[in-house]
């Protein structure tokens, strides 16, 4: 399914709602870093992400290094961020609240 990219005046609006998402116009992409209380947090963060991530099939670029998790969304296939990488960034958050 074809997915069309947001332009940056979306995208800039739909962070308002997504505290410490940041946009990165050279990728495009957004990005945030999540921080937890140490690394099992971090891993099960991950982990409980990976069921829904895997439902809408669409897979975040991501890395952990000991209690952070960094987190870079965007859509391969059209070069930018689309409504899927704003639906993901929200479940983070959501789960981000609850890890």
Not at 12 to 39: G, H, M
Not at 62 to 81: D, F, P, Q
């Amino acid at each position: 399914m074809k997915h069309q990219h947001l332009s940056e005046s979306e995208i800039i609006t739909c962070l308002r709602c997504l505290p410490q998402w940041k946009y990165i116009p050279s990728i495009p992409a957004i990005e945030k870093e999540f921080v937890f209380d140490n690394f099992l947090h971090a891993i099960e963060f991950m982990y409980k992400s990976a069921p829904f991530i895997d439902k809408i099939n669409h897979h975040p670029e991501w890395k952990n290094v000991y209690n952070r998790v960094h987190v870079i969304l965007y859509t391969h296939e059209v070069k930018g961020v689309t409504v899927l990488d704003i639906q993901l960034a929200h479940y983070l958050e959501n789960l981000y609240q609850y890890v």
